[in-house]
């Protein structure tokens, strides 16, 4: 019985390679799709999903994802809209885990992702779920971290899903509540 593991010598150059021709790829469907993206709010919960799949797969160029689900609550029932886009911003993310694991030398003497990475290795999927709560760019560079580090893709799913879920909900119900407040602050309240 061979105990090598799989993904060695030239699988993992392939699996790399793949991983990051995927990462290009989606990139490249975000922007060229950037103009439908205003339409997918009009189909709701599933709209939030994708628009937040497309504002997480850029790797390190913001996109207000954050703003969606802001406005969004306003619309539709908060803890909905929080599910939606915490999903959809969690499987956004894979395309900075694809990128970690595709290309571990790309970044890795910048001193900022040393730091995370050393992060990363003490406490593992705790810097996922804080990182994924707290609204930063640093989220791109946990990916890549533990795309290299090789966390296991169901982990750092998990643990970004419940941490941008968990900000998706603050967001979504700071959108909901600025309704009222703004109509009040304007005399349109009830």
């Keep these: ?77 908060p803890v909905g809209v929080a599910l939606a886009a915490g999903a959809g911003a969690a499987l956004g993310e894979t395309t900075g885990y694809l990128m970690g694991f595709s290309g571990q030398g790309i970044i890795q003497d910048n001193p900022t992702y040393k730091r995370l990475e050393g992060w990363m290795e003490r406490f593992g999927v705790w810097v996922v779920l804080v990182l994924a709560i707290i609204p930063n760019p640093l989220f791109d560079l946990a990916g890549l971290a533990a795309g290299a580090l090789r966390m296991p893709i169901w982990k750092f799913l998990l643990w970004a899903w419940i941490g941008k879920t968990i900000k998706m909900l603050l967001f979504a119900y700071a959108g909901a509540s600025s309704v009222g407040w703004l109509m009040d602050l304007f005399g349109n309240g009830p």
């Design 1 to 77: 019985m061979n105990s090598e593991p799989f993904f060695t010598g030239w699988r993992l150059t392939l699996a790399r390679v793949l991983a990051l021709a995927l990462v290009i790829a989606i990139m490249i469907l975000a922007f060229t799709f950037r103009k439908f993206a205003s339409t997918l709010g009009a189909y709701g919960y599933l709209g939030i999903f994708l628009l937040s799949i497309v504002a997480n797969a850029t790797i390190i160029i913001p996109v207000p994802g954050v703003a969606l689900t802001f406005t969004m609550g306003a619309i539709f029932n």
